[in-house]
């Protein structure tokens, strides 16, 4: 069974910084892409940043970009979301997802398989 755990959530002023971790178990190869969405309260799910582990290959979300690094262990079983300069609208619930199936749509559609908890991030003026 596959599973996807997430940390490292919090509240920071504006112009800090965080680390998100999911690690994920239950998968029998590493191969795959991995990403990380955010939902804020009356908006729609936003994709965040995504990571290709065969060659780590990274999309970025364009209000992110620049702010964000996506990044994954050496053995692929634990992905990062560095997140730097945060500003108040970064404000969401933040999930990973892994998992995107041939013919599930552009990485930023959401069609993962398998989901994390999610985690609150806060960021205060």
């Known amino acids: 069974q596959v599973r996807l755990v997430e940390s490292g959530g919090g509240s920071v002023q504006s112009g800090g910084s965080l680390r998100l971790s999911c690690a994920v178990s239950?998968?029998?190869?590493?191969?795959?892409?991995l990403a990380w969405f955010r939902q804020a309260p009356g908006k729609e799910r936003e994709g965040v940043a995504c990571i290709y582990t065969p060659w780590g290959g990274t999309h970025y979300g364009d209000s992110v970009k620049g702010r964000f690094t996506i990044s994954i262990d050496s053995g692929k079983t634990t992905w990062y979301l560095q997140m730097n300069s945060l500003k108040p609208e970064d404000t969401a619930m933040y999930y990973c997802a892994a998992d995107l199936p041939l013919g599930n749509g552009d990485w930023e559609d959401g069609g993962f398989t398998d989901w994390g908890q999610g985690t609150q991030v806060t960021v205060s003026s």
């Open positions: 239950g998968y029998s190869s590493t191969s795959r892409f």
